[in-house]
């Protein structure tokens, strides 16, 4: 029962919210309300089994406390005007609730909202995590984060921020806001399951809500790909495997076959996308028996249409790396050349041109650019990645 | 929903209003909003090297030449709004001439 419960949980919260702030356009009411209709089915339902429609029958009794609340509180300030949205007959169609997390998406994710505000709300209202879950997945302080959400729920209601998905000349932008705040969930949670699930589950609404947004989709498929991957990231001693040394044998195959239909199906809409060329690259990587096989010409073309949607040195830099892959260190080297002044600073450059130079046997050269990468190199695992790369040049 | 539009400048080239009054962009962006019956009064204001502030002190006024703030952009004029909601507010501001040149701070009004 506590199963089925917690089931109905993880599906419905989100929908049971986003409907309660509709019909009250409270949110703190809403989430109060959904709250103790989890905790009525939580006593009624292993006496009275689980209803033939869970995500109706919590809707119903979250709207019916919110009735409740909200005539009791018109009674004391004699505002019975209140009562009129609310106890509407649309409202009041038990089986038939639209669906309203797609607007709520939006307002959790507005502009005019700082960033790690629109990620807090979009956890809390969305999936159901508490607060103090949500401060422990961010190492915040359980009051900083509860002010921030407090703080953002006062600025939709003091700026009034609308709750509804944006009309179609603010539509693609919103929604690539909205795919932003659902990637840094999902990367932020890199070493947090949790987080990288409630990501997933998010984008799987959110591409069901928005079929023909492709790049929703590639978002999704992007996600696939990179977590089917997860157990084989790192080593025993909690050091990074690259892709080429990880065992592709425990690649989650599952989840590769449903990234490889969902991107499809978003490539066939013929409006490419970063997240569609990024998942397109994964997928290269995800197919490959082994390292070797990699379709590196695909990936380094793949860069290419990268760099013409969004021109970045970084991508640049990438693109050098498949280029060197399929044709050879020496191109890639060419490559590199002009993207000194662009990424001064930035420890990648030498270390992948250390790599290069290795390949190439200058292994002076190599050893140059290996000890100019380590002074740059920002944390500890990459730096012994690199320590280790150049001790095995001065053995060789 | 009220808000207020602060539209910035940084002195570079001041106009006046008459001359804001010649420009068909400005003149239009206007008309529109009066058409829609959204503005509730617009101002232009002289720039900061021309203010006065006023602090008072144990009861004593004190009186300085010049702004109570320096910065490097300032609210030249503010425009006064009524419509739905912020998203709309945004598309007033960024349909404003001088959106392209100067920050336009929305400020809603304090309703409840």
Sequence with gaps: MTEAIEEAFRAEWGRVVATLIRLTGDWDLAEECTQEAFARAMAHWPQDGVPRRPGAWLTTTARNRALDRIRRAAAETNRLADLATIGSPEASTEDSFPDDRLKLMFTCCHPALPLEAQVALTLRTLTGMTTPEIARAFLVPEPTMAQ??????????NARIPYRVPPPSLLPERTSGVLGVLYLLFNQGYSNYSLVDEAIRLTRVLVSLMPHTPEASGLLALMLFHNSRRDTRLDASGDLVTLEDQDRSRWDQELIEEGIAVLDAALEQGHPGPYQLQAAIAACHATAPTASDTDWPRIAMLYEAMLRLNPSPVIELNRAVAVAMASGPSEGLALLDSLQDKLTGYHLLPATRADFLRRLGRI???????REALELAPTDAERRFLTRRLSELDSA | MR???????DGAKLESPAELDAKPDHVA?????????MSRGRYL????????????????????????????????????????????AIAIASAHEAAGRYPIEIRPYWED
């Design chain 1, 148 to 157: 921030r959400l407090v703080r953002a729920k006062r600025k939709i209601h």
């Design chain 1, 364 to 370: 002076p050269e190599a050893a140059e650019a290996y």
């Design chain 2, 3 to 9: 808000y207020m539009l602060m539209i910035c400048d």
């Design chain 2, 29 to 37: 962006w206007m008309r529109d909003l009066d058409e829609r019956d």
């Design chain 2, 45 to 88: 204001m002289r720039p900061p090297a021309e203010a006065k502030t006023v602090r008072v002190r144990d009861g004593k006024e004190l009186v300085s030449d010049g702004p109570f703030a320096e910065t490097k952009e300032w609210v030249a004029g503010v425009e006064l709004i009524e419509c739905a909601d912020l998203d709309e």
